[in-house]
């Protein structure tokens, strides 16, 4: 398996993604096809209070029930899935929908017991995922594990963040880019950094200059980093960003 490119789609960028979709289709045409990993938590937010369900978060991470796992794994592993499946396939490309479970790619452990059914990986066996890819289809994966079971393997909730890192090390990838809604990380002028090493980044945290949603994103970008995979955060909204990425947002190196 030739080195892909892995995405990361968050949730802030799945309302305005039909130029990304367009993007992964121009790739996989140009004969570099992508490895797709996505998000959705504000789309199982909605859901959850649809059905009168409360959204609990404890450091990050949603709090996932008895009563939320099944709308959680109907949301990433369904609903969003698919919707991102369709648009890749009709911008021209063939893509197909999985998620952590399937093939039993995610392997996990349960994170912590206050956190519920969250799955904190352990392993990533590729198999699935190397199968669509050398076939020329770009997978599309949501963001649920498993934690094996003698009878049953227990479907967990995984941080998207954390999937797209460990799947990104696993696949040796030429890189992650995760797709977000702002230009990329910025300075205390609010002006975008080309470039930062890890402990740059560590110290924007510290500081405070790095602060809200971008806490975690960075956090997700040193945990990439740490296994072994170059990372860059750009703006997702951007069009062609993914055809343009030389010099666009952020990239974090070692």
Do not use: Y
Request: aromatic share 4%.
């Amino acid at each position: 398996m030739s080195r892909p490119l892995v995405i990361k789609i968050g949730g802030s960028t799945l309302g305005s993604a039909d130029t990304t979709f367009r993007d992964v289709a121009a790739l996989a045409a140009a004969g570099s096809v992508p490895v797709v990993v996505h998000g959705g938590g504000a789309e199982a937010s909605k859901w959850l209070e649809a059905m009168g369900i409360p959204s609990r978060f404890e450091r990050g991470l949603r709090v996932t029930d008895e009563r939320v796992l099944p709308v959680v794994v109907a949301v990433f592993a369904g609903l969003v899935n698919k919707r991102i499946v369709s648009a890749i396939n009709a911008a021209g490309a063939t893509a197909a929908g999985i998620c952590g479970a399937d093939g039993r790619i995610l392997e996990c452990r349960i994170a912590a017991p206050e956190l519920g059914f969250v799955g904190e990986p352990v392993a990533v066996h590729t198999r699935a995922i190397t199968a669509l890819h050398a076939a020329g289809i770009i997978p599309v994966i949501g963001p649920i594990g498993f934690v094996p079971g003698q009878e049953s393997d227990q479907l967990v909730n995984v941080n998207a963040d954390t999937v797209a890192g460990d799947i990104a090390a696993a696949l040796n990838a030429e890189r992650l880019v995760f797709l977000t809604d702002v230009e990329g990380v910025r300075d205390a002028n609010g002006t975008a950094i080309p470039h930062l090493t890890a402990e740059e980044a560590r110290g924007l945290v510290s500081d405070g200059t790095v602060s809200g949603g971008m806490i975690p994103k960075v956090e997700a970008c040193l945990h990439a980093l740490s296994l072994g995979v170059s990372v860059q955060i750009a703006d997702g909204r951007r069009a062609g960003i993914l055809r343009s990425l030389d010099g666009a947002g952020t990239v974090l190196t070692f």
